[in-house]
Nanobody, 123 residues
Framework: QVQLVESGGGSVQAGGSLRLSCAVSGYTASRYCMAWFRQAPGLEREGVAAIYFNGRESTADSVQGRFTISKDNAKNTFFLQMNSLKPEDTAMYYC?????????????????WGQGTQVTVSS
């Protein structure tokens, strides 16, 4: 059974950094596509960053240059490094995974989801 567990959320001031982790089990990370999504209260869930099984990355324009997705296949874990955080980055962040072919930042492509971790950025 595929399971994803996020960690690393918290509260930070604007301009600060956080690193989210998503530990996966039940599948081989190197053969899956993985992504981070976020949802703020009252808004639709949006894709933040995705990493394909071959290492190719896709990042939303809103976080380009500030957020970086990466993975460690040996540890079956992927990450979201968030720098220069802004109050508008405040949201619940979710990791998601799906076997290839990869769907990038299309949430409907992903069937496996973590429980979410809260990120709060204060001004």
């Amino acid at each position: 059974q595929v399971q994803l567990v996020e960690s690393g959320g918290g509260s930070v001031q604007a301009g600060g950094s956080l690193r989210l982790s998503c530990a996966v089990s039940g599948y081989t990370a190197s053969r899956y596509c993985m992504a981070w999504f976020r949802q703020a209260p009252g808004l639709e869930r949006e894709g933040v960053a995705a990493i394909y099984f071959n290492g190719r990355e896709s990042t939303a324009d809103s976080v380009q240059g500030r957020f970086t997705i990466s993975k460690d296949n040996a540890k079956n874990t992927f990450f979201l490094q968030m720098n220069s955080l802004k109050p508008e980055d405040t949201a619940m962040y979710y990791c998601a995974a799906e076997p290839a072919p990869c769907g990038g930042l299309d949430e409907y492509h992903y069937n496996y989801w973590g429980q979410g971790t809260q990120v709060t950025v204060s001004s």
